[in-house]
T-cell receptor
Framework: AQSVTQLGSHVSVSEGALVLLRCNYSSSVPPYLFWYVQYPNQGLQLLLKYTSAATLVKGINGFEAEFKKSETSFHLTKPSAHMSDAAEYFCAVSDRGAGGTSYGKLTFGQGTILTVHP | DAGITQSPRYKITETGRQVTLMCHQTWSHSYMFWYRQDLGHGLRLIYYSAAADITDKGEVPDGYVVSRSKTENFPLTLESATRSQTSVYFC????????????FGNGTRLTVT
């Protein structure tokens, strides 16, 4: 079974600093990978996704992630943090090999809360 | 407005009572999902549905029942609520495509006393 591990349940950065949120997956074949963001009292929103077209994926709000097969990783980065980036971030994986009625099933990591200090 | 709506936003119920959480989407998406969110566990899939009248269990289905008689609605019922079911519940939908994103509702915060 596939799984996702997010290293660090809390990450704190200063405004303007680099944001790095770590995600590692476990899957027999390279899966589809996603990053979602959740703002307080809201549902999750898609930040970006990897579907094998390119290993470096750009998303909304200046975020990007790089798929590294050799490291089974899909870390999320942003060069310069903004106060509005404070939220919880979830990495998720979809099984590339699944078919039938299992389309769209995602397995989520435990989440990383990002705090941005002035 | 188009979107996915969950109701109620907040619910307090007593142990042993039946409670139903509602989910309605206006996109005519084939797939719908129920997740629960708990500290330290991220989101865990309870049930999902590939189309009307087609449902299947996810990772944590015990104590929950779903139905999908219409494409746009996917209610989740707790038959006899327990304290361990205190959680935030999210409904989501997507088109029939492995790479399409899930569209989430704003969640229902359920407290079982």
């Amino acid at each position: 079974a596939q799984s996702v591990t997010q290293l660090g349940s809390h990450v704190s950065v200063s405004e303007g600093a680099l944001v790095l949120l770590r995600c590692n997956y476990s899957s027999s074949v390279p899966p589809y990978l996603f990053w979602y963001v959740q703002y307080p009292n809201q549902g999750l929103q898609l930040l970006l996704k990897y579907t094998s077209a390119a290993t470096l994926v750009k998303g909304i709000n200046g975020f990007e992630a790089e798929f590294k097969k050799s490291e089974t990783s899909f870390h999320l980065t942003k060069p310069s943090a903004h106060m509005s980036d404070a939220a919880e971030y979830f990495c998720a994986v979809s099984d590339r090999g699944a078919g039938g009625t299992s389309y769209g099933k995602l397995t989520f990591g435990q989440g990383t809360i990002l705090t941005v200090h002035p | 407005d188009a979107g996915i709506t969950q109701s109620p936003r907040y619910k307090i119920t007593e142990t042993g009572r039946q409670v139903t959480l509602m989910c309605h989407q206006t996109w005519s998406h084939s797939y719908m999902f129920w997740y629960r969110q708990d500290l330290g566990h991220g989101l865990r899939l309870i049930y999902y549905s590939a189309a009307a009248d087609i449902t299947d269990k996810g990772e944590v289905p015990d104590g929950y029942v779903v139905s999908r008689s219409k494409t746009e609605n996917f209610p989740l019922t707790l038959e006899s609520a327990t304290r361990s079911q205190t959680s935030v519940y999210f409904c989501a939908s997507s088109i029939r495509d492995r790479v399409s994103p899930l569209h989430f509702g704003n969640g229902t915060r359920l407290t079982v006393t």
